[in-house]
């Protein structure tokens, strides 16, 4: 038996027709990059996350990016940022020309550590960038508190966690800005390259929209050097169509972790993900822990028996040559570090069907029954 980390040829099939015929719509119409389609997505996905607007853009790097030149920084400005999280995270910081802080995680949640965010805040912090990793939101609470008594900004790197809750309050409508990935890998992902940004700020949400056509308000009457950071209207009209199936997919999701906690929750040396903030956990990926320097060994097993996984993340950002220049050195976020080493995604689509996830199960008990 064959279970890939993700099944996207499976996702397509289910929707090729209504999919072929939205695609056929939206060539015929004439209007490919925004326009009244991408118009459409945003209003849904405002509703959807409880945001007053949405700006839809090329990427979720770019949804990043647009943030924080939104927020118009000033040089040496800092943005802290988990140092758990995938690149883009701290990538989008740097390009936006702001200087990144990164932070340790918290061991159960992969999320931030409000603690250690606290430690880190400067007279220079001007946002900080929760991320909501593996569809969990971060412990939101304690981070609003400390940003909004000192006017920092808080931009939710909500990429692969649309649809979760965090104590009653939907993800995309907690920070100033939140930003979400159309990446296909993401639970709602498109069939090609989108993001999109939730504001409830009029101002921010002007911002947003003139930076996305190289910083011009009105047509050629550029203020600042923005970017070409549009969603093709293909994209949207594709969107449209999944995001019916938003709900059900998240379920699925939740089902089947729901039965790997229970099957795999008691062997020793595996730590399954924990729920650690009240709220719906999406599980964009289902991440465990493989105690005892055993993370490799165990991904390798499950390789030669034709089972998908990957590590999410093998380096914390601080270690990465690319941030070198900033000076981190192994030991300044032992948490993150440690998880860099131990955790492992396994197979948590939607579209897994009890027999693959059998067969997961029993793949992970068979190994480990042979240590
Ligand atoms: C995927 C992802 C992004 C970037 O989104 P893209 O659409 O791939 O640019 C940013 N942050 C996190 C946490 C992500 O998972």
Known sequence: MQVPLLDLKAQYQALREPIMKAVDETLASGAWILGPKVKELEGMIADRVGANAAIGCASGTDALLLSIRALHLQPGDEVICPTFTF?????AIVNAR???????VDEDSFNMSPAALERAITDKTKAVMPVHLFGQSAEMDPILDLCKSRGIAVIEDAAQSIGSTYKGR?????????????????????NGDGGMITTSSEEIESNLRMLRVHGARTKYYNEEVGFNSRLDAIQAAIL???????SDWAKARQTNARNYDEALGPIDGIVCPKKTVEGDHVYNQYTIRVQKGERDALREHLKEHGIGSEVYYPY???????????EGMEGDHPVSENAAKEALSIPIFPEMTPDQQGYVIETIKGWVAKQ
């Open 240 to 246: 449209m169509i999944k995001l019916e199936h938003l």
């Open 170 to 190: 939907r993800i995309g409508s907690l920070g100033d800005t939140a930003c979400f990935s159309f990446y296909p890998t993401k639970n709602l992902g498109g």
């Open 316 to 326: 914390p950002l601080h270690l990465l040559p690319a941030f070198q220049c900033l």
């Open 98 to 104: 702001a200087v990144p802080v990164f932070v340790d």
């Open 87 to 91: 690149f883009a995270s701290a990538g």
